[in-house]
């Protein structure tokens, strides 16, 4: 149950937040040139690699089990629940949908308004942006994976899952060279909510004793139980906004 939790929720999260790498560091390159463009997003991704080798020796070497269960579990249930609130509100309507065709929109404004040094051997404005926005991006992913391979003692398969999730939406977006707005983000996002809010309940109580009935299978009656509360919640928003003077 374990192994599998780590992969789907490891998996998932780090999709959502290639996605919106992938959209822009498409904008930089179809708009600014490739060569910097990957010049930029490969020197995040050193750094992104040399941090998570440097923090998952740090914390399998040197932090009590039970400690390292009870404060990333704790982090992970309050990362979760950000992830959950801003679900619940996007599914009620109290929150904008995440619009990557918007974005990428965006982006492509922002690139084509710098201009172009011809000439000069890197094209400094699109390596910065690049190198920023996976950087950032790219540390999510690296706090997911500390905070559920660490939690579940299996920060390999965390890794090999964020690798996965990199390579296949990744080589997705290159193929079709447009934003992957199809992909349903928002839903995938509730999914990875109620997920890691489930997995840092668990891992956090472990932490503190509580021994879950069932054993591992208390992961499935806490998703149960923390999917029913959103839905709930979403229900009740929906109904309070159609009711308000100021819906629409």
Do not use: C
């Not at 801003?86 to 619009?99: E, F, M, N, P, V």
């Amino acid at each position: 149950m374990d192994w599998l939790g780590t992969v789907v929720a490891t998996f998932l999260a780090s999709a959502v937040e290639v996605v919106e790498t992938v959209t822009i560091v498409l904008a930089l390159g179809l708009t600014r040139g490739w060569r910097s463009t990957f010049a930029g997003a490969g020197a995040a991704a050193v750094v992104l690699v040399a941090a998570t080798a440097l923090l998952g020796t740090a914390l399998q070497r040197w932090i009590d089990v039970g400690a390292l269960q009870i404060v990333i579990g704790s982090l992970l249930l309050v990362f979760g629940l950000q992830w959950l609130r801003k679900a619940i509100l996007r599914a009620s309507g109290y929150k904008a949908l995440h619009d990557e065709d918007a974005i990428f929109q965006e982006e492509v404004a922002g690139a084509r308004a710098v201009p172009i040094v011809r000439g000069a051997a890197l094209d400094w404005f699109a390596f910065t942006v690049a190198f920023k926005g996976v950087l950032l991006e790219g540390l999510e992913i690296v706090f997911i994976v500390m905070t559920i391979g660490a939690s579940t003692g299996q920060l390999g398969v965390a890794a090999g899952a964020a690798v996965a999730a990199v390579v296949v939406v990744g080589a997705i977006a290159m193929i079709l060279r447009h934003p992957l707005s199809r992909v349903p983000e928002n839903t995938i996002k509730f999914a990875v909510g109620l997920l890691l809010t489930t997995f840092g309940t668990f891992w956090a109580g472990e932490g503190v004793g509580v021994h879950w009935l069932g054993d591992d299978l208390a992961l499935l009656w806490l998703l149960g139980v923390y999917s029913l509360t959103a839905l709930l919640a979403v229900r009740y928003l929906e109904r309070q906004r159609s009711m308000s003077p100021l819906a629409g």
